[in-house]
């Protein structure tokens, strides 16, 4: 299949739309099921680059769950725990796969923003994989294959609507990219920067010492933003994105925008939380829902007399700011990466309330001596990479 016709571009007004090989070769992918967009392939696309580079840098199973161009989760397979296996409602299935588990992690850290997702595999999808899809809202996922009873599962999917796509693993882009705005064409060398440990030697600060997981998890996290759009801060722990700020024209901006997020994959998993009284019809996405607003500061949307029976069964307490701070503060040893240089130390005074020890960023700015003081105050380690990471 040298071209592919699409229904229509970004939007339904931009016709004719179709994805192609400039040079009239073959497309690297098959579509096993489904007619996926143009957004779909794009989230596809560069989704599997990113799990793809994840697993070489790890050696672990991948997943990524992309929304406009952006993940809004990473991670590899490693097990779950109990209470990660709780908050990510995948305690019924019993024990996962490694990619089942990378998927789980990847979809499970942000649940609202992955809502209608697509996904990427960096390995074969198996049936715990395609069972855990087939329950969530997604518009489809890219793997390098498929096994036949993980592909009839999610052959069953959205009324036999869902979109598979598989892609030739060895496929290899061509060295330049090109990219047409406003009839004008853009050219660049494709950005080939290999992350590994050594990405991380130059440690800055007092703090020298980082551990080999904190290496993997700021290689997740500078993996992870090498994909994601600019501006961008990537927070990470135990082998998974937990907060992901992208697209943001202020750095300190993003950060509060991960710092966020973060803060709420960890409430989530507080005993106050994890022990709401939700009504038993009450919907998948409306308990996510639900959740975001009562750890948040719109909790009397869900707590107000009129609306609480049709989500608990009792009226739970307030979860205080105090309650919530004193939960907080439990959270330690976050890996955080940054796209481009921090120029105040105000974006690591926001990391450290999130828990953040371990930070990774290009250096570069004006003001690194503060930014490095800043670190120091906290006994945080952070490395300069010297290389920045931005992605439009």
């Known amino acids: 299949m040298k071209d592919l016709e699409l229904k229509y571009g970004c939007n339904p007004n931009q016709k004719p739309s179709k994805i192609y090989m400039a040079d009239g070769s073959e497309l690297p992918i098959q579509v096993l099921n489904g007619k996926p967009g143009y957004i779909n392939f794009l989230d596809a696309f560069n989704g599997w680059q990113l799990v793809k580079e994840l697993k070489r840098a790890t050696g672990l199973p991948a997943a990524t769950s992309f929304k406009h161009v952006s993940p809004a989760g990473a991670a590899v397979g490693l097990p779950l725990s109990d209470t990660l296996a709780k908050i990510y409602w995948v305690d019924d299935l019993g024990e996962l796969s490694p990619l089942a588990s990378a998927y789980a992690r990847a979809r499970g850290a942000d649940r609202m923003s992955s809502f209608g997702d697509f996904i990427s595999l960096s390995d074969v999808c198996d049936a715990d994989t395609a069972k855990l899809i087939k329950r969530e809202v997604s518009d489809g996922v890219i793997a390098p294959g498929y096994e036949p009873e993980a592909l009839e599962i999610l052959k069953g999917k959205k009324n036999g609507n869902y979109n598979v796509i598989q892609i030739d693993p060895d496929y290899v882009p061509e060295p330049l990219e090109h990219k047409d705005v406003f009839g004008i064409t853009f050219e660049q060398g494709r950005n080939e920067l290999k992350i590994d440990d050594d990405f991380f030697a130059n440690v800055v600060t007092e703090n020298k ?53 973060a803060d709420n994959w960890w409430l989530r998993q507080s005993p106050q939380v994890m022990n709401l009284p939700f009504v038993d019809s009450i919907r998948r996405a409306d308990r996510d829902n639900a959740i975001d607003l009562y750890i948040g500061e719109d909790y009397m949307d869900v707590l107000s007399d009129d609306a609480w029976p049709a989500i608990f069964k009792e009226k739970p307490e307030v979860f205080t700011r105090e309650a919530k701070r004193e939960w907080l503060d439990k959270l330690t040893d976050v890996a955080l990466g940054s796209d481009a240089f921090f120029p105040f130390g105000d974006n690591i005074e926001r990391a450290h309330r999130s828990g953040v020890k371990y930070i990774a960023q290009p250096g570069g700015s004006v003001r690194d001596d503060h930014v490095i003081e800043t670190c120091n105050k906290y006994g945080m380690a952070m490395a300069f990479t010297g290389l920045r990471l931005f992605h439009h």
């Open 209 to 261: 010492e980082l551990t080999d997981q904190a290496k993997i998890d700021l290689a997740i996290s500078m993996i992870t933003l090498k994909y994601t759009q600019s501006n961008s801060v990537c927070y990470v722990k135990d082998g998974q994105a937990i907060g992901i700020g992208a697209g943001q024209q202020s750095r300190i901006h993003c950060t509060r925008l991960a710092g966020q997020k």
